[in-house]
Nanobody
């Protein structure tokens, strides 16, 4: 089993920045991909960004150039640096992890609220 714990959310004004953290514990050696999802009220959950164990990254088009995903292997932690935040970034953000060979994300954090005020 893998446990994921998010931190770093909160309230910020338009144009501000936040950094989310996702600390992993447990059988982390089985994990190949780490990701951030978000879900706004009344909308489906969407993949914001992911990072592979090899360091490859990918982003949702609407956050490219503003968000950066990174990992600290020594701390088993993945970060999401969010800059130039917009009200439409308001959502609950979830950390997720996927095991090697799996097509779906197996493990999820509890979610953390990010609110961007206009």
């Amino acid at each position: 089993q893998v446990q994921l714990v998010e931190s770093g959310g909160g309230l910020v004004q338009t144009g501000g920045s936040l950094r989310l953290s996702c600390a992993a514990s447990g059988s982390i050696f089985v994990i190949n991909v780490r990701a951030w999802y978000r879900q706004a009220p009344g909308k489906q959950r969407e993949l914001v960004a992911f990072i592979t164990s090899g360091g490859s990254t990918n982003y949702l088009d609407s956050v490219k150039g503003r968000f950066t995903i990174s990992g600290d292997n020594a701390k088993h932690t993945v970060y999401l640096q969010m800059n130039s935040l917009k009200p439409e970034d308001t959502a609950v953000y979830y950390c997720a992890a996927r095991r090697r060979g799996q097509s779906k994300y197996d493990y999820w954090g509890q979610g953390i609220q990010v609110t961007v005020s206009s």
